[in-house]
């Protein structure tokens, strides 16, 4: 089962516009995570926002973590046409039964369009 | 620095055939995971290992059988494939505990036809 879920699944903006994607969640998390794919590639690493924060910077991203509404957002300031991948929130959450966890649950993605 | 290195890149297999697939990483990481990706699911683990000699069941396990003999690599198997297993798969691994990143290979491209 998904545990995150992206919103909106594609987004098309122009180059120098800010693009926000977006991940909702079921249970609580220890932390989330967003990563990126180049077509063709594999994932890579964004940032890891732990659940007792609520904001994290790296250059021009910014990702916001809401526990209360469970859902956490990317914020991509000031895009290129590098920018054009597709985006994925990956949470870590505790097993329901306890104990320790060991596996990241991806969403489906979003796919950021950036045009020149 | 190569990370994770999967093998092989593309291939096509007949309804039945068998086949291994690769993931090798010089990262000295303890955890590795095998996912498949297909069009509109993202990304669903196969299995997993925490480490040298272990292994795990994830989200979607059957038809493929895993093994960890040495830390660097992970092999994942594919006994009697079918055509529902045409997919993209994914390794990844991480350090030595789930709250760090996961680093990717580039993936292998698997058709059953």
């Known amino acids: 089962s998904q545990q995150g879920e992206e919103d909106p699944q594609a987004l098309s903006i122009q180059e120098g516009e800010n693009a926000t994607m977006n991940c909702s969640y079921k249970?609580?998390?220890?932390?989330l995570q967003w990563y990126r794919q180049n077509s063709g590639r594999g994932l890579v690493h964004l940032i890891l926002i732990r659940s007792n924060e609520r904001e994290k910077h790296s250059g021009r991203l910014r990702v916001t973590l809401d526990t209360s509404k469970k859902s956490s957002s990317l914020l991509i300031t000031a895009s290129r046409a590098a920018d054009t991948a597709s985006y994925f929130c990956a949470t870590d959450a505790p097993p329901p039964g306890g104990g320790s966890n060991y596996k990241l649950t991806f969403g489906k993605g979003t796919l950021l369009t950036v045009n020149p | 620095n190569a990370g994770v290195t999967q093998t092989p890149k593309f291939r096509v297999l007949k309804t039945g055939q068998s086949m291994t697939l690769l993931c090798a990483q010089d990262m000295n990481h303890e955890y590795m995971y095998w996912y498949r990706q297909d069009p509109g699911m993202g990304l669903r683990l196969i299995h997993y290992?925490?480490?040298?000699?272990?292994?795990a069941k994830g989200e979607v396990p059957d038809g493929y059988n895993v093994s960890r003999l040495k830390k660097q690599n992970f092999l994942l198997g594919l006994e009697s494939a079918a055509p529902s297993q045409t997919s993209v798969y994914f390794c990844?691994?991480?350090?030595?505990?789930?709250?760090?990143?996961?680093?990717f290979g580039d993936g292998t491209r698997l058709s059953i036809l």
């Open positions: 290992s925490v480490g040298e000699g272990t292994t």
């Open positions: 249970t609580s998390i220890n932390n």
């Open positions: 990844a691994s991480t350090r030595h505990r789930v709250s760090q990143p996961q680093h």
